[in-house]
């Protein structure tokens, strides 16, 4: 079975600094992880994902997200944080070869001008 | 050209009610599914279908019937709704199982 902890619920940054949103995953085979955003009142985008290639993943919008075997994570960053970044941020795993998709709890970033 | 469309956006009713949701994708897909996100915003996988053919069924009330009439389309009828279906429902497809799933915007249900 998979599953995903996203630590802090909520995480607010100035514009121009970075940001840090965290994923832990647990998974009993090789993870596939991604992260989508999803902006106020419409459905979610994908941002990235580690399909078992290089463990730097670059996204859309600036993101990147380093898949660390060993502590088991999947952090989201962006060196520069911008007004248009405000949304939830969601953490997903799913097993090899699964189609199912187990999302973490989601972390709301806000940005602060 | 929306990739993955979803009718009603909005859905108000009342309580012992069956209700429709209707979700099409034009990407050539082969997999999709359903997705409730409750009030505190999580997500959970309730429905997958692959060529017409069910192959996810989270511990879902009988009260949700999905219907795939083929690989575009996959629509999600629910009986007797109640209090605690009020969520916003999302579709999704994959080009197959296991591939990145793209989201449709949603369905807001509210059941007073």
């Known amino acids: 079975a998979q599953s995903v902890t996203q630590l802090g619920s909520h995480v607010s940054v100035s514009e121009g600094a970075l940001v840090l949103l965290r994923c832990n995953y647990s998974s009993s085979v090789p993870p596939y992880l991604f992260w989508y955003v999803q902006y106020p009142n419409q459905g979610l985008q994908l941002l990235l994902k580690y399909t078992s290639a290089a463990t730097l993943v670059k996204g859309i919008n600036g993101f990147e997200a380093e898949f660390k075997k060993s502590e088991t994570s999947f952090h989201l960053t962006k060196p520069s944080a911008h007004m248009s970044d405000a949304a939830e941020y969601f953490c997903a795993v799913s097993a090899f070869g699964n189609e199912k998709l187990t999302f973490g709890t989601g972390t709301r970033l806000t940005i602060i001008p | 050209d929306t990739a993955v469309s979803q009718t009603p956006k909005y859905l108000v009713t009342q309580m012992g009610n069956d209700k429709s949701i209707k979700c099409e994708q034009n990407l050539g897909h082969d997999t999709m599914y359903w997705y409730k996100q409750d009030s505190k915003k999580f997500l959970k996988i309730m429905f997958s279908?692959?060529?017409?053919?069910?192959?996810i069924n989270e511990t879902v009330p009988n009260r949700f019937s999905p219907k795939s009439p083929d690989k575009a389309h996959l629509n999600l009828h629910i009986n007797s709704l109640e209090l605690g279906d009020s969520a916003v429902y999302f579709c999704?497809?994959?080009?197959?199982?296991?591939?990145?799933?793209?989201f449709g915007p949603g369905t807001r249900l509210l059941v007073l």
């Open positions: 279908y692959n060529n017409k053919e069910l192959i």
């Open positions: 999704a497809s994959s080009l197959r199982a296991a591939e990145t799933q793209y």
